[in-house]
């Protein structure tokens, strides 16, 4: 079963709007941690924040903020005004503590909302 | 500058060969990890490692072959016997424990069967 769920597969907006990316996480352990990536059409995948599930504060940097909410199982990411620069896709990511031992902590991603800014 | 290297960025593969993907990383990271993402995907594990001579298979490691050497450098072969091999290929490492740490990623390499 899909751990993240990634509901937008692509959005379109016009520069300077605020954008908002969805993510449902799936896990019954108590200790997770919870990742945002971001992939410019180069390729690689840039981290952008990382937040563990005790810590329910929301984060703000620059025009990215991030809104985690347990009670809903989301960890939605916001970009404001947002710039050509932006367009990219970006993926959320969940590391369980437990359940994810057998795996070496590897990263489950959600499939990616692909985001278009355009001019 | 300290990061992770992938080679080649491109490659392309004749039907019935195999071909190894290059992954080596100087951030003195224990944890290292094969990813395979196909169009409109996300990331799937194929294989990863937590130290030198020492591996697991992840969820989608029939096809595949890796091995850890050395602590920096975690090839992955690509096998003929990997029916559908056409994707991007993303290296990654972590330091240990692993548990809630950042995973930090490689440029990618893209593999075509032609």
């Known amino acids: 079963a899909q751990k993240v769920t990634q509901a937008q597969t692509e959005i379109s907006v016009v520069e300077k709007e605020d954008v908002t990316l969805d993510c449902v996480y799936e896990?019954?352990?108590?200790?997770?941690?919870l990742f945002w990536y971001k992939q410019p059409p180069s390729g690689e995948l840039v981290f952008l924040i990382r937040r563990n599930s005790f810590d329910e504060q929301n984060e703000i940097s620059g025009r990215y903020s991030w809104n985690f909410q347990k009670s809903t199982s989301s960890f939605n990411f916001t970009i404001t005004a947002s710039q050509v620069v932006d367009s990219a896709v970006y993926f959320c990511a969940l590391s369980e503590a437990r359940s994810n031992s057998n795996s070496g902590y590897a990263l489950n991603f959600g499939k990616g909302t692909s985001l278009l800014v355009t001019p | 500058d300290g990061g992770i290297t992938q080679s080649p960025k491109y490659l392309f593969r004749k039907e019935g060969q195999n071909v190894t993907l290059s992954c080596e990383q100087n951030l003195n990271h224990d944890a290292m990890y094969w990813y395979r993402q196909d169009p409109g995907q996300g990331l799937r594990l194929i294989y990863y490692s937590q130290i030198v001579n020492d591996f697991q298979k992840g969820d989608i490691a029939e096809g595949y072959s890796v091995s850890r050497e050395k602590k920096e450098s975690f090839p992955l072969t690509v096998t003929s016997a990997q029916k559908n091999p056409t994707a991007f290929y993303l290296c990654?490492?972590?330091?240990?424990?692993?548990?809630?740490?950042?995973?930090?990623f490689g440029e990618g390499s893209w593999l075509t069967v032609v």
């Open positions: 896990t019954r352990d108590t200790t997770y941690y």
């Open positions: 990654a490492s972590a330091t240990l424990p692993a548990v809630g740490n950042t995973i930090y």
